[in-house]
Each structure stands twice: as structure tokens, then as C-alpha cells.
């Protein structure tokens, strides 16, 4: 769990945050011995830089961090979570007055640099808690934390102790924290209810496929969030090499993101009604397994020719949407780690996101920049529809040539969402893989807090 807040009324350590360019007249500021200690420590307010202060008794009294150029800050986020590491054990407050911005963005930080994967590892704990600034919503950023540690535990966890019977299972733990309801539809079953794209995927391996229908709130707007919760993915019949299938376990981060940020919107207590859907299966190896060269009739009524079987995430997906799509939500938003295509477009750290509607691209792009969570619209490229229709079926899951690789996978999910007025695609990684301030290496959440930020405007809230 994350650590919270210091208790307001506690005594406190100052930490003070010095940028380079003010780092002079703070050294000169301090004057005598202080002045003295931190030129002999050669601080010169470097990003990153932290020098402890000694008080009469040689304990630490006070700290003074590096905040470095403006430049250097805006090339990065959640600098202050290397202070939160380095400081000595107790309360600590930040001296001096920060943007509203920058204080959540740094109290933030400061509790998920808290975070460690401790289900088979013990890790050492951080003893440095902040006092919260002024201004700051600490209950908010709580519930923002605690949605991101679930979102990276469940990524976490190897394939091991997280099929679709544990998916569930965390959603079912979820729910019941919140008082939301859970439906699930498995194995056998997903074919009587007319699910074939999530029962063809996953019935060759034995922990059972399954649809998981979680709802919440009995008023306001409508908002379906659908996760791609593909536990393992071994490419299937066509069979992914060792190299590639090493972080497949990460296959269901699309799972793992709308259920943080199901649990950001449920602990805030907003006003909508939530559905999340999660087509949970595991994709693996046996003689009844779907193969290249199938057509598979979907939900919809569209046929889909298989030209690769491990591009298995947009048909369990799209089974998945048509069933969103029949309720006609205001918003329907997707996740899922998709495309190796979207990684080598963007990178890492963004994350990219596929909407028609202008002004709904907009409110969330505005939403990832004020919270700290990178996106980056992308184009659902008209041209490139035909690309995607082999002409055998009525789609092709893998066009052939290799290129806008994402484009066309988003290109095949928006046919099975007609009747929905707005519609919002995430091609996520949901994996840092290089440690960094608040985000060590492993499973991580991405565009959840940007959506979260971008809601009010998007659904009048």
C-alpha cells in the first residue's frame, strides 16, 4: 500500500527546493556555516542534487534539493520522488510556495516513489513522508495512488498467479470494496451468450476464457471502460519467439489500467454510471486452438479472417465493444496493450490514443499535461481502412506489409463501436523499462490519470 500523508499537526523537517539559477542567493541567503556547508558539498542546485543540513546537535535539520533548470524540469516529471528516496526517516514539509500544478505533481510523486513489488521480495521501506502542501487535495491523490499501485501490482504478477481466474478475482476484490456489481460470463458459456472472438482466443488453454462485467453508480453519464486482459500471450499457433514473449505477462495492462482507474473514479465518489468490461483469456497452444487463415463470425455479425494469431488482443476486444456499444454510453474508452507498432512509433513513455471527436482529444490531451501523465493523439487514418478488409471476410486481424501497425489495429476496433456518440482508443505499453523518479522499473499505469483529469469536461461532471 502507499504510505499517506504526514499528520498535519507533526513536526517537520523543511526541504527546501532550489532551482540553479537561484541557487547563488540561496548559498548567500543562508550565510556563515550554512552557507559554508553547502559550498564545501558542492551544491549548485543540479536536478536531482539533495544536501542535508546539520542542525546544532549534527542531526539533520533541514535538506536543500536541486530542482536544475527549467529546461531540465521540463524534459521529466516527478523530480522531487529522488528526495523522498534519499531523505532520512520522519516528516518532512516543502519550504516555499510551488504552483498548484506543481504541488500535486510533487506530492504525487512523493507517495509513488513509495511503491515496491513486495508479493515475492521484500523491499526496504521508505521512511521520508511528506507533509502536504497547501492547496493540495490529499484525499484525491490518495485514491490517484492507490489506482496506480493496483494497476502495477496486477501487471506485476507473473502469468503464474495471474490468469483469468485471479483477473477476476481482483476485479471481484474491487468491486466489493466499492459496493459495484460483477457479472461473469465463462468458458462454455461466452459462446451461449454470444461472445466467439473471447471464447475462440482462449479455449485452448485450460484456465477458462471469460468476460468480466463489473458496473457502478446508479446516475449521470454513461461510461464504459473495456480492458484488454490477455493474462499470457504466446502468440499461439504462430508461435512468438523467446525474445518476445519474455514480458507477456504484461498483456493484460490494458485490465490492469481501467481497473486503477475505475478505482480512482469509484473512490472519488463521481457522479456517473460505470461499466468496465474485461475479456480475460489466456492465449495458448493446443490442438483446439484458433488458427491461421480461420474466420471468426464476431459479436457484431462482422466476419474476421485470422492472419496471425497473435494479433489476438483487438478480437477479444472487439467482442468485447460491441457489447459497449449496444448500450450506447456518452463515452466509450479502451485499453489495451496492443501493438508492438504503437511502442516503436511513440516509445515508452507516452501514451497513444486514437479519437475522431476534436474536442474530446483536446480535453484529454490538456488532462495528461496538467497531471503529469504523457499522451499523444493519433490518427485514425481513413485511407488505411482498406488495408484491414482481406476481402474473404469482412476484416482481416493482421493486414499484411507491416506498416501503421497501430492505425489499423484502432481502425479494426472502431467498426464494432457504430451507435456510441464518442469513442477514445489507447495503445498503452504499461511497462517502464528503466527505472525513473516515481516509476521503477516494471509494470506501470498510463493515460488513467490524464482520463481522469479530462472527465468533468468530457462528461459534464
Known sequence: MTPAFADPGAPSRPLHLVAMDDCAAFVAARGGAGGRWLEANGFTGALGQLCLLPGADGAPAAAVFGMGSAGERSRGRFHLAKAAQ????GAWHLEGDLPAGAAEEAALGWLLSAYHFGRYKAGKAQGAVLKLPGGVDGARLLAIAEGEVLTRDLINTPASDMGPDELEAAARGLAKAHGARVEVTPGDDLLAANFPMIHA?????PRAPRLIDMRWGSAGPRLTLVGKGVCFDTGGLDLKPAASM?????????????????HMIMALGLKLRLRVLIPAVENAVAG?????????TSRKGLTVEINNTDAEGRLVLADALALADEEKPDLVISMATLTGAARVAVGPDLAPYYCDDDGVAAAIAAGGAG???PVWRMPFWEPYEAMIEPGIADLDNAPSGGMAGSITAALFLRRFVTDSPRYVHFDIYGWQPVAAPARPKGGVGQGARALLAALPELLGL
Open 288 to 296: 483446439n486452438a484458433y488458427r491461421p487463415q480461420d474466420i471468426l
Open 201 to 205: 482466443v482462449g479455449r485452448a488453454s
Open 246 to 262: 519474455g514480458l507477456m505477462k504484461k498483456d493484460m495492462g490494458g485490465a490492469a489500467t481501467v481497473l486503477g482507474l475505475a
Open 371 to 373: 497531471v503529469a501523465d
Open 86 to 89: 534519499a531523505l532520512p526517516e
